[in-house]
């Protein structure tokens, strides 16, 4: 009908796809729990939601099959993805632009300068973040912890104290996922316990040579060493939601892991401060190593572009990121949102994100893309686990062969 009123040779613009195609790596309960709010936000606007879910914690698969659709010519309406990868699609010019949304709903006053690094690009918007997340924190069994007589570990000793108790009280101390992403997430934690976040801002975002082969930094290696005599036999490979699910059931005292540890405490109807505790890792508290789970928006023809700002308005709502980041573990990522609704490790986890930026110390975790380019952050990942898995012997080497490693990836 249309066509036939504009007459010969015109085309009528085609009708917007009311369709939303959303690549992401949350397949855990907790996850799923927490994708599902914006699911339900984006049916009410009348848009069908088509899962491309790729299973793996830090979402290395993810970016494998994102990377393959991109290179097809046919990118997702969105894709889950964290800091340094937004930068490389927006550097090969693969990204979209919802600046006009942004100018008009403010978002530049409400994230985090730190965050707008990796949501901009040459001051134009191309993806938005939905939350803030920090990898350090533990996760404690509070029956367990009650069991053993525990206290509140401030230090790094105070922490392998406390697993000696539980070792003693014949319970498994520490719940670990041993896969390369999760060990070197922790690695980001106990490189700012043992030296300071100065330290960490040295070594990991500055990547300052005489930090990477301090004495600070082979301690950080011997202190990652310790953790690994207090796992169960069984850790190698094993996911970190299974991990979690130690601690929940009380097979394991704590579990060191991002906040979205505390979705699979929430998804198996656990309390914190009743069933379950979170501390930040000891020797870190005041400081937020971060990751921001961003939507990237790419390139899509015309007719796939109004879903993309219906999502982006969606997942910049202020009553989206409270519902959502109350069940994924996080915080917002606009700082504007009320703790009403948080418990008290989400509200702990706001108060945090504010006064760590405030004071200098809200830095990006390199084990999670925030702190250094891909090809980095891989390297990094690369020499932890072969140093946590025993084929790097001593931290000595451990340090020759991250700088190697490093300079290789720059
Ligand atoms: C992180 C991501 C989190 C969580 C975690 C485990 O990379 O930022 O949202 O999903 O992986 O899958």
Not at 15 to 37: C, F, P, R, Y
Not at 148 to 169: N, Q, R
Not at 270 to 298: H, L, Q, S, W
């Amino acid at each position: 009908m249309a066509a036939s009123v504009l007459g010969f040779g015109t085309t009528a613009p085609a009708a917007d796809i009311k369709e939303v195609q959303m690549l992401h790596w949350w397949t855990s309960g907790g996850e799923a729990a927490a994708l599902n709010v914006l699911k339900q936000d984006l049916g009410k606007e009348g848009y069908v939601w088509k899962d491309v879910p790729v299973a793996g914690g830090g979402g290395a698969g993810a970016m494998t099959t994102l990377k393959a659709m991109v290179a097809a010519g046919n990118p997702p309406t969105a894709s889950q993805i964290l800091g340094y990868f937004a930068l490389d699609y927006a550097e090969a010019g693969k990204l979209g632009d919802i600046t006009a949304l942004a100018t008009k709903e403010g978002w530049a006053k409400v994230i985090p300068t730190a965050l707008q690094k990796f949501t901009t690009t040459n001051g134009k918007w191309d993806t938005v973040p939905v939350n803030i997340h920090s990898v350090n924190w533990i996760w404690l069994n509070k029956a367990v912890m009650e069991k053993i007589g525990g206290t509140e570990p401030k230090t790094f000793d105070d922490f392998v104290a406390l697993l000696d108790k539980a070792k003693a009280a014949g319970v498994v101390p520490l719940a670990l996922g041993g896969q390369p992403w999760q060990e070197a997430t922790m690695f980001d934690s106990v490189i700012a316990s043992t030296g300071g976040i100065e330290f960490y801002k040295k070594a990991i975002i500055d990547l300052d040579e005489t930090a990477l082969k301090s004495d600070t930094m082979k301690k950080s290696f011997d202190n990652l060493a310790k953790l690994r005599s207090y796992t169960d036999p069984n850790y190698a490979g094993r996911d970190w939601n299974l991990a979690t699910a130690m601690v929940i059931r009380g097979d394991a005292l704590v579990q060191v892991m991002g906040d979205w540890a505390k979705g699979e405490f929430r998804a198996a109807n656990k309390e914190a401060g009743k069933d379950f505790i979170c501390y930040r890792f000891p020797g870190t508290d005041g400081a937020v190593i971060y990751n921001t789970d961003m939507f990237a928006f790419f390139n899509v023809p015309a007719d796939r572009k109004a879903a993309q700002t219906a999502l982006a308005d969606a997942a910049m709502s202020k009553s989206f990121q409270s519902a959502f980041n109350v069940i994924k573990g996080s915080v917002p990522a606009r700082m504007d949102v009320p703790d009403t609704d948080f418990d008290m490790c989400g509200k702990k986890g706001i108060a945090d994100v504010k006064s760590a930026n405030a004071s200098g110390k809200f830095v990006g975790s390199l084990a999670q893309n925030y702190a250094q380019p891909p090809a980095v952050a891989a390297a990094y990942d690369d020499v932890v686990t072969k140093f946590f898995h025993g084929e790097i012997k001593t931290s000595d080497v451990a340090v020759t062969e991250l700088i190697k490693a490093i300079n290789n990836a720059k």
